[in-house]
């Protein structure tokens, strides 16, 4: 959730950094800050002007060093106190050598603070993270050198880290250290760097490696060396990068999210492409199982967060009705808790565009000790559930910069059909032309979600005709259900209208109390067995004054006489319709946030990426 740069071996350090906290805002930040090492001391600059910090930061840095070693750089999202300048990252140690910066939580901050505080550290700051830099200022003590007093350091901390820690005693050095929170290095020959992401460096290195759980890195100009937190050195991995800077950029659209939604179709045929050879196999090479271990699953556990959980509810649908799978479908940050029934034939399959919610993460090492094989579903390669899991299955639809996810849930509903058709081929419970057709139906879908984009003009109006509206209501039934779900969340995160999502037939065991005129409800009734049972859930609120939505398929010219206003998409594959359907529910969120002059990529309170339980 925070980001994290920093630099050896540059010097334009301090551009090196503004630039790459730039590329990391998308992350959502409420302050930020640099520490530069150059003329025999630490230069520190913070700002806290929310969304404007880094904005802020380059114009406080004319002080900085003419000679410029090595700097740290860094976008902080809070978690323990407030979004101000003293909160915010880098911290120094008493002596003011040593500067951090850090992602993730200390657990046990407090007893540490206290120990620190008893023994003469003055802590400036509320943060957890501060403590971190009083630690290694006390190891140094020791007479070690700084590598050496960040393990010691580690060794008392509990809790999740990205850490990064320069000292004015050792100028060239950076020494990082990972555990939980993802951490990037790179190196070029004259400089080494690291990021929290990889877009902060693509435009300087691809050479990069992602560390690992309790490993750290001690970055000099031109080298890296990677040991584990014992200092027994370790051989790294590359990272494969197939993402260019200019695919992390805009683009030409006004902002990510409608480039984003417009990569709908390109990122759903990206995520088939190549998984279904010439004979109608489904090849999944990477999902690390056999064909005897699949045909063991007795049971599939979807773990998720938000809208990849919705993406897991569609998916349910058809690991059941495709490949006769029991499955569950579980918000990952209760999932732990509930005391899971899990074994060696239970499928867990974490779903996470980003690899790294921690909530997702930590459901997936539960399942693991548990005994279940586990699955990632996953956009970013080698991140840290891909690298846990069994097997991964990546979903192709490139870098998402936006806080609301649209294309990465397009491509994980695609994907984890794929895998549900996959399980139903392995276990024989589909015929083969009936398999067939699903698969033609997929294949599909890349140019139905063009059409359903190109409507954008028509939902742009309806929007229009909604814009005094503040209570929204998202029904649907079946696969339908999630979609509303998805388009209840899209509204409330981007516009800050109130939305709920619910099963049509819930509505009338309580819900149906609070409809009544000024409420909009929107309905999904796409297709499927159920279509009739939700227009007569329609025609229970439209008879209590609510202003209804439908969202149908083309030709169906049924609903009109239900609705205030109707949204047509391509119809489909009923388990499919999800895919496309979501897509005026995403541009009606869209036009309703920029008609309230929201900044559609980073709403308030939101990160993209969200490291903390
Ligand atoms: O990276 P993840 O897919 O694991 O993120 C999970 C949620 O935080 C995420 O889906 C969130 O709900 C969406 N960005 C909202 O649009």
Same mark, same amino acid.
């Not at 516009?495 to 000024?518: D, Q």
């Given at each position: 959730m925070c980001g994290i740069i920093g630099v050896t071996g540059a010097a334009d350090a301090l551009d090196i950094l503004l630039d790459g906290l730039e590329r990391l805002e998308y992350r959502g930040y409420d302050s930020a800050g640099v520490a530069l090492v150059g003329d025999g001391a630490i230069f520190q600059a913070r700002a806290a002007e929310g969304t404007h910090s880094v904005a802020s930061l380059r114009a406080m840095?004319?002080?900085?060093? =003419?000679?410029?070693v090595a700097g740290i750089g860094h976008t902080r999202w809070a978690t323990h106190g407030q979004p101000n300048e003293t909160n915010a990252h880098p911290h120094l140690d008493c002596s003011g050598a040593v500067a951090i910066v850090h992602n993730g939580i200390i657990e046990n901050h407090l007893e540490l603070a206290e120990s620190l505080v008893a023994q003469g550290h003055v802590l400036a700051s509320e943060t957890d993270t501060e403590v971190l830099a009083h630690l290694i200022e006390d190891r140094l003590r020791d007479g070690v050198d700084l590598e050496e007093a960040v393990r010691r350091a580690l060794a008392v901390v509990r809790g999740a880290f990205a850490l990064v820690v320069m000292s004015s005693a050792e100028p060239d050095l950076i020494v990082a250290a990972r555990r939980i929170s993802p951490l990037i290095v790179g190196v070029t020959e004259q400089a080494s760097f690291l990021a929290s992401d990889i877009p902060a460096l693509l435009d300087r290195t691809r050479d990069l490696i992602a560390l690992e759980d309790d490993q750290l890195a001690v970055l000099r100009p031109g080298s890296v060396v990677i040991t584990d937190l014992e200092g027994v050195l370790v051989t790294p991995t590359p990272l494969i990068v197939e993402w260019d800077l200019e695919a992390t950029q805009r683009g030409g659209y006004d902002d990510f999210m409608s480039k984003e939604m417009a990569e709908q179709p390109r990122a759903v045929a990206d995520t088939l492409r190549g998984r279904i050879d010439a004979t109608g196999g489904i090849v999944? @090479?990477?999902? @690390?199982?056999t064909d005897e271990q699949l045909r063991a699953i007795s049971k599939i556990v979807v773990v998720a967060c938000g809208s990849s959980y919705h993406a897991g509810l569609v998916a349910k649908y058809a690991f059941e009705r495709w490949a006769r799978i029991p499955t569950e479908v579980d918000i990952a940050s209760e999932f732990r808790y509930r005391d899971p029934v899990l074994d060696d034939t239970t499928l867990v399959i974490g779903v996470s565009? $980003?690899?790294?919610t921690v909530d997702t993460l930590q459901a997936m090492r539960h399942a693991r000790e548990d005994g279940a094989h586990l699955v990632v579903v996953s956009? =970013? =390669?080698? $991140?840290s559930m891909a690298r846990e899991a069994d097997g991964v299955l990546y979903t192709r639809a490139g870098p998402e910069v936006c806080v609301a996810s649209t294309k990465t849930v397009a491509a994980q509903m695609v994907a984890l059909e794929l895998l549900a058709l996959h399980l139903a081929q392995v276990r024989g419970t589909l015929e083969d032309a009936t398999l067939a057709e699903h698969l033609v139906a997929l294949g599909e879908l890349e140019g139905l979600l063009t059409i359903a984009l190109d409507r954008g003009d028509a939902v742009a109006a309806v929007a229009e005709g909604l814009a005094d509206a503040s209570d929204f209501f998202f029904l649907g039934r079946h696969a339908g259900f999630p979609t509303a779900l998805e388009g209840a969340l899209k509204l409330k995160e981007l516009s800050y209208l109130h939305a709920e999502g619910y099963p049509g037939g819930e509505l009338k065991h309580g819900p149906i109390a609070v409809i009544e005129p000024g409420c909009v409800v929107v309905a999904v009734?796409?297709?499927?067995?159920l279509r009739e049972k939700m227009l007569s859930n329609v025609s229970e609120v439209k008879a209590r004054g609510a202003t209804v939505v439908i969202v149908a398929a083309d030709g169906d010219e049924e609903v009109a006489s239900l609705a205030d206003f109707v949204l047509m998409v391509p119809g489909t594959d009923e388990l499919l319709s999800p895919v496309v359907d979501i897509v005026p529910l995403q541009q009606l969120a869209y036009h309703l946030a920029r008609h309230r002059g929201l900044d559609v990529d980073r709403p308030r309170n939101l990160a993209k990426t969200v490291t903390v339980e």
């Amino acid at each position: 959730m925070c980001g994290i740069i920093g630099v050896t071996g540059a010097a334009d350090a301090l551009d090196i950094l503004l630039d790459g906290l730039e590329r990391l805002e998308y992350r959502g930040y409420d302050s930020a800050g640099v520490a530069l090492v150059g003329d025999g001391a630490i230069f520190q600059a913070r700002a806290a002007e929310g969304t404007h910090s880094v904005a802020s930061l380059r114009a406080m840095t004319q002080l900085a060093p =003419v000679t410029q070693v090595a700097g740290i750089g860094h976008t902080r999202w809070a978690t323990h106190g407030q979004p101000n300048e003293t909160n915010a990252h880098p911290h120094l140690d008493c002596s003011g050598a040593v500067a951090i910066v850090h992602n993730g939580i200390i657990e046990n901050h407090l007893e540490l603070a206290e120990s620190l505080v008893a023994q003469g550290h003055v802590l400036a700051s509320e943060t957890d993270t501060e403590v971190l830099a009083h630690l290694i200022e006390d190891r140094l003590r020791d007479g070690v050198d700084l590598e050496e007093a960040v393990r010691r350091a580690l060794a008392v901390v509990r809790g999740a880290f990205a850490l990064v820690v320069m000292s004015s005693a050792e100028p060239d050095l950076i020494v990082a250290a990972r555990r939980i929170s993802p951490l990037i290095v790179g190196v070029t020959e004259q400089a080494s760097f690291l990021a929290s992401d990889i877009p902060a460096l693509l435009d300087r290195t691809r050479d990069l490696i992602a560390l690992e759980d309790d490993q750290l890195a001690v970055l000099r100009p031109g080298s890296v060396v990677i040991t584990d937190l014992e200092g027994v050195l370790v051989t790294p991995t590359p990272l494969i990068v197939e993402w260019d800077l200019e695919a992390t950029q805009r683009g030409g659209y006004d902002d990510f999210m409608s480039k984003e939604m417009a990569e709908q179709p390109r990122a759903v045929a990206d995520t088939l492409r190549g998984r279904i050879d010439a004979t109608g196999g489904i090849v999944l @090479d990477q999902l @690390d199982l056999t064909d005897e271990q699949l045909r063991a699953i007795s049971k599939i556990v979807v773990v998720a967060c938000g809208s990849s959980y919705h993406a897991g509810l569609v998916a349910k649908y058809a690991f059941e009705r495709w490949a006769r799978i029991p499955t569950e479908v579980d918000i990952a940050s209760e999932f732990r808790y509930r005391d899971p029934v899990l074994d060696d034939t239970t499928l867990v399959i974490g779903v996470s565009q $980003s690899g790294e919610t921690v909530d997702t993460l930590q459901a997936m090492r539960h399942a693991r000790e548990d005994g279940a094989h586990l699955v990632v579903v996953s956009n =970013v =390669v080698d $991140s840290s559930m891909a690298r846990e899991a069994d097997g991964v299955l990546y979903t192709r639809a490139g870098p998402e910069v936006c806080v609301a996810s649209t294309k990465t849930v397009a491509a994980q509903m695609v994907a984890l059909e794929l895998l549900a058709l996959h399980l139903a081929q392995v276990r024989g419970t589909l015929e083969d032309a009936t398999l067939a057709e699903h698969l033609v139906a997929l294949g599909e879908l890349e140019g139905l979600l063009t059409i359903a984009l190109d409507r954008g003009d028509a939902v742009a109006a309806v929007a229009e005709g909604l814009a005094d509206a503040s209570d929204f209501f998202f029904l649907g039934r079946h696969a339908g259900f999630p979609t509303a779900l998805e388009g209840a969340l899209k509204l409330k995160e981007l516009s800050y209208l109130h939305a709920e999502g619910y099963p049509g037939g819930e509505l009338k065991h309580g819900p149906i109390a609070v409809i009544e005129p000024g409420c909009v409800v929107v309905a999904v009734a796409t297709g499927g067995p159920l279509r009739e049972k939700m227009l007569s859930n329609v025609s229970e609120v439209k008879a209590r004054g609510a202003t209804v939505v439908i969202v149908a398929a083309d030709g169906d010219e049924e609903v009109a006489s239900l609705a205030d206003f109707v949204l047509m998409v391509p119809g489909t594959d009923e388990l499919l319709s999800p895919v496309v359907d979501i897509v005026p529910l995403q541009q009606l969120a869209y036009h309703l946030a920029r008609h309230r002059g929201l900044d559609v990529d980073r709403p308030r309170n939101l990160a993209k990426t969200v490291t903390v339980e």
